[in-house]
């Protein structure tokens, strides 16, 4: 399965500002999804990171708040904007291949957000 | 369009004994079922998947799961757990090479 490099783990921001997250795949993978956890909760779809277009937004998401970038097919940033308290979560980048219905879709180990 | 509901939100249970996680889906489709494990501030680990074939799916960690489509469910089972098993355990649907779509996790707490 792909290995995922995802970057910041954790990070504390201050409200108002923004965050960019990256997430580097060992190989290409033609699907790339972003994930929201807040604590205590399930996993959350945000959108899905499609290369050479615009990414596809879950509904309650928006691209103003969420911008997405896949310039290739082993790199993608989730950029969190204007941060508020309520958006402090684990965010998780998570791929899929072709065979991924074989080795299961793979995630990112997270990174952890704290606002204040 | 497909989702997942798993039934219980916490199950304790005494090391040694059998558990059972479950997991019921709704869909007009075929769908391809996952469950996922999460360890205290750690990422997510795929425990076992059921594709097609064998409804009796074998996973890591002495995990196993049941697909029954006439029950729409998707149940996993361990016979004897260990405190390490304590975690938070997801359940996933997705179409075919589409987004997975989580339930809302089921803790799992092993006392000794």
């Known amino acids: 399965s792909a290995v995922i490099s995802q970057k910041p783990s954790r990070d504390i921001c201050q409200r108002g500002t923004s965050l960019t997250i990256q997430c580097q795949v060992d190989?290409?993978?033609?699907?790339m999804f972003w994930y929201r956890q807040q604590p205590g909760q399930s996993l959350t779809l945000i959108a899905t990171a499609n290369q050479g277009s615009e990414a596809t937004y879950e509904s309650g998401f928006v691209i103003d708040k969420f911008p997405i970038s896949r310039p290739n097919l082993t790199f993608s940033t989730l950029t969190v904007s204007n941060m508020s308290p309520e958006d402090s979560s684990i965010y998780l980048c998570?791929?899929?291949?072709?065979?991924?219905?074989?080795?299961?879709?793979?995630f990112g180990s997270g990174t952890r957000l704290t606002v204040v | 369009a497909q989702s997942v509901t798993q039934l219980d939100s916490q199950v304790p249970v005494f090391e040694e004994a059998p558990v059972e996680l479950r997991c019921n889906y709704s869909?007009?489709?075929?769908?391809?079922l996952f469950w996922y494990v999460q360890y205290p501030n750690q990422g997510l680990q795929l425990l076992l998947k059921y594709l097609s074939g064998s409804t009796l799916v074998k996973g890591i960690n002495g995990f196993e799961a049941e697909f029954n489509k006439s029950q729409t469910s998707f149940h996993l089972r361990k016979p004897s757990v260990h405190i390490s098993d304590t975690a938070e355990y997801f359940c996933?649907?997705?179409?075919?090479?589409?987004?997975?779509?989580f339930g809302t996790g089921t803790r799992l707490q092993v006392f000794p």
């Open positions: 869909s007009s489709v075929s769908v391809y």
């Open positions: 996933a649907v997705t179409l075919f090479t589409d987004k997975l779509i």
């Open positions: 998570s791929v899929g291949r072709g065979g991924a219905l074989n080795y299961g879709y793979t």
């Open positions: 190989s290409q993978v033609t699907m």
